[in-house]
């Protein structure tokens, strides 16, 4: 019988109480969207499927509709175990009211489990989340009240501990890809990365789920090359074809972003990325650019020849623009967590995407990479920083965000480069000439006592030997056995009135307390 049947049919393969694997990333990255709209159209119809639980290593959604938007109806979802929840605020507020059951794991931690779960091992035992929010004594991650369970473990191996993430049947994984032929073999050709496709569609699989794949070509049989199926149809039930499947939300296919550019269409194309990246570049200069000058710096100051590094979002986008307008890529290997290796980096909703890569992995190997210590330097942003140097980016204001890879990234890269501003909302700065001045305080503190939620473990941190770096428009810390430590100042700043009164907790402050270079702060 053939596999391959309308989203509508497809959807009506989910029963109430199924676990439901998805994958995907903001800005539709390998998001099954048709399929995710024809599950809630059932819902909104028949008021079927009931009390789902449903699990997504990354952010999937655009905000408003897309993505986990769609499943974001209460009683459609009893559960969710989101990797990160920014890109549905629908099921954010579902959580923030208890409406939901509400957890998180590291993005790297839900790739490596489900194909754990494939394999039929008795779940994932990593070093992962020992001493965060997904560390049993410290939140197990639970994100709301309704929240009961822990997702992991504390188990001791050798004298050593560890987290073991505990196991579960996936009834249905909805994953995407490029094409299927007659047959059900799956390609990923034209996609814009691998993700965790394939590690969600082995844990369907082997739990005897239903593993529904959304495509947007089928082919004739025999098309494929052997090389070319990322999913053999033996572990494929259903698929649904999609003509109008784009690259992301807004670009309806571009071979840049499938990787699929050699030759001279290569070269000009990555002159073009060089171009607009040049441009980012000369945009108003504001502390942005700043803190991405002074954190480049730390890129190269690794005792390495040619370090491996990864981005995070917000201020570390400026540090990937400005290494790509200097033209320094060749000097570093520049990684992302969805398994992605060079290519000029996307921002904003676009993250996850890169222009002309040169490889693209699964995303659970790329986490493997970054788990076994193959990091050099993780360049990551912060939501909240304490005294003992731990960092919060998973739960601000009360609202579940998710860590995303953050805690995979931040715990395993020999170095850390946190950037950021040191507070927020209605902060007015001055610079460009040299100087940082601040002009108005801001209301919100990020440096604080103690965090709202534990997503890089100070402590845990020196236990690692890692070099944490903590840098602000305003100054520059560093983690030390001491406690965090000031070592740096901005040229035109106060250090009492615009860095210890603006603080929570008062650092250690470095007998040699340098100023930093002023270049950092020139427009030109």
Request: proline share 4%.
């Amino acid at each position: 019988m053939s596999k391959f049947m309308t989203a509508a049919e497809a959807a009506n393969l989910i029963k109430d109480g199924d676990t439901v694997g998805l994958m995907g990333g903001g800005g539709g990255l390998m998001e099954a969207t048709h399929v995710f709209e024809a599950v809630q159209a059932r819902y909104l119809s028949t008021q079927q499927p009931r009390n789902l639980t449903v699990m997504h290593a990354l952010g999937i959604g655009d905000k408003k509709t897309k993505g986990m938007n769609c499943f974001a109806h209460e009683g459609l979802v009893k559960k969710v175990i989101g990797g990160h929840w920014v890109w549905s605020p629908a099921m954010q507020q579902l959580a923030l009211s208890n409406k939901i059951e509400a957890y998180i794991l590291p993005g790297g931690v839900s790739s490596q489990l489900m194909r754990e779960i494939g394999a039929g091992r008795p779940g994932l035992i990593s070093h992962i989340g020992l001493g965060t929010v997904c560390d049993p004594r410290f939140g197990g991650g639970r994100m709301n009240d309704a929240a009961h369970e822990d997702l992991a473990e504390v188990i001791t191996i050798a004298g050593r501990e560890w987290l073991r993430y505990k196991p579960f049947p996936i009834h249905v994984a909805i994953v995407r890809a490029s094409a299927a032929d007659e047959d059900g073999n799956i390609s990923f050709e034209h996609e814009a990365a691998n993700l965790d496709a394939q590690s969600l569609a082995l844990a369907a699989r082997n739990s005897g789920g239903t593993v529904i794949v959304q495509v947007k070509e089928r082919l004739p049989k025999g098309s494929l090359k052997a090389r070319e199926v990322r999913i053999p149809s033996a572990w494929v039930d259903a698929i649904v074809v999609d003509p109008d499947q784009q690259t992301s939300y807004a670009i309806p296919f571009d071979p840049a972003f499938s990787g699929e550019l050699t030759g001279a269409a290569r070269a000009a194309s990555e002159a073009e990325d060089h171009a607009r990246e040049v441009a980012a570049t000369q945009e108003a200069f504001s502390e942005r650019q700043a803190v991405a000058r002074r954190a480049a710096v730390e890129l190269f100051n690794t005792g390495k020849a040619r370090p491996v590094i990864n981005y995070g979002v917000g201020v570390p986008d400026a540090v990937a623009k400005l290494i790509a307008a200097r033209n320094e890529q060749h000097r570093i290997y520049q990684t992302i967590e969805h398994g992605t290796y060079g290519g000029t980096l996307m921002d904003g909703v676009l993250f996850g995407y890169a222009r002309n890569a040169t490889a693209m992995l699964d995303a659970a190997t790329q986490f493997d990479f970054y788990g076994g210590g193959g990091l050099d330097v993780a360049c990551l942003g912060f939501g909240e920083l304490d005294e003992e140097g731990s960092v919060n980016v998973s739960r601000l204001g009360g609202v579940t965000v998710g860590p995303g890879g953050f805690i995979d990234i931040a715990q395993n890269a020999k170095k850390v480069v946190f950037c950021g501003t040191l507070a927020a909302k209605g902060v007015k700065l001055a610079t460009g000439d040299g100087q940082m001045r601040v002009l108005q305080q801001g209301a919100v503190q990020k440096l604080v006592k103690r965090v709202d939620q534990i997503t890089f473990s100070g402590p845990q941190g020196l236990v690692r030997g890692q070099e944490v770096l903590y840098l602000t428009e305003r100054g520059s810390f560093r983690l030390t056995p001491a406690g965090v430590e000031l070592f740096e100042i901005a040229p035109g700043i106060d250090l009492q009135r615009d860095i210890l009164d603006q603080m929570a907790f008062t650092p250690r402050v470095a007998a040699d307390l340098k100023v930093m270079d002023a270049t950092h702060f020139l427009a030109a």
